[in-house]
């Protein structure tokens, strides 16, 4: 994951590598998942294996914080409810057990922030989708 980091700064690590890196999952993906900017060329990237999801410029920033690797190096990658929010964006994509068990990890924790996730899921247009698991999930 560092070396990944060190050969692509603007690459955030997304999806499935976040809930890994957050513990809302147990399941190792199968290949690392990152985010760049809108207009940057992923194809080698992608020809070394790795899951590359591209979003407008204005919206790359939103929860970017930085995490350990299992080694130790500080990479980055989105916080928990700008993944929840990424899982709800590729929901087609994503498999069913590793979607709803994030989400129910994340409202388990003591530290989840229910309004910052209703922030970033307007800004990043997952709103309407997201509420109604919100509502079942958290009565």
Known sequence: ????????????????????????????????VITVKTGYNPSVLKKEGLCVHTIRKELHDIGCTTAQTPFGHAVPVYNMERTICDIFRSRSQVEVQNFYGAIKAYLRRQERNIPLLLRYAKALRVERVMKPYLEVLLA
């Open 1 to 32: 994951m560092y070396l990944i980091h060190l050969r692509c700064k603007q690459a955030v690590f997304s999806h499935e590598s976040a809930l890994l890196m957050h513990d809302l999952t147990d399941r190792e993906p199968f290949q690392y």
